[in-house]
């Protein structure tokens, strides 16, 4: 299973910015679905997940900002982010869960918050 995380980008305090996560197979077959970010100088954290029952859990630093969500026919996860602060600029990734140790990172999509 691949997930591509897109829709990164530079947005303002306060802005909005959706991220998305393309899956190359059907996400049906994907038991859960996280979306971590890993700023610089500090440890990658889990920001929200999503289960296949469509239950989410979030970070209490996101939570009431953050939502995730699932497009079953588009195969596709989104972290639908609002009041954006500059610490949550990051580099933001999708990964299925649960992620093994061995799990490769990628570039995922840089998302900068300016104050």
């Known amino acids: 299973v691949q997930l591509q995380a897109s829709g990164g980008g530079l947005v303002q305090a306060g802005g909005p910015l959706r991220l998305s996560c393309a899956a190359s197979v059907s996400i049906f077959s994907i038991n859960a679905v996280g979306w971590y970010r890993q700023a610089p100088g500090k440890q990658r954290e889990l920001v929200a997940s999503?289960?296949?029952?469509?239950?989410?859990n979030y970070a209490d630093s996101v939570k009431g900002r953050f939502t995730i969500s699932r497009d079953n026919a588009k195969n596709t996860i989104y972290l639908q982010m609002n009041s954006l602060k500059a610490e949550d600029t990051a580099v933001y990734y999708c990964?299925?869960?649960?992620?093994?140790?061995?799990?490769?990172w990628g570039r995922g999509t840089q998302v900068t918050v300016s104050s």
């Open positions: 990964k299925k869960l649960p992620v093994l140790p061995s799990a490769y």
């Open positions: 999503i289960s296949s029952d469509g239950s989410t």
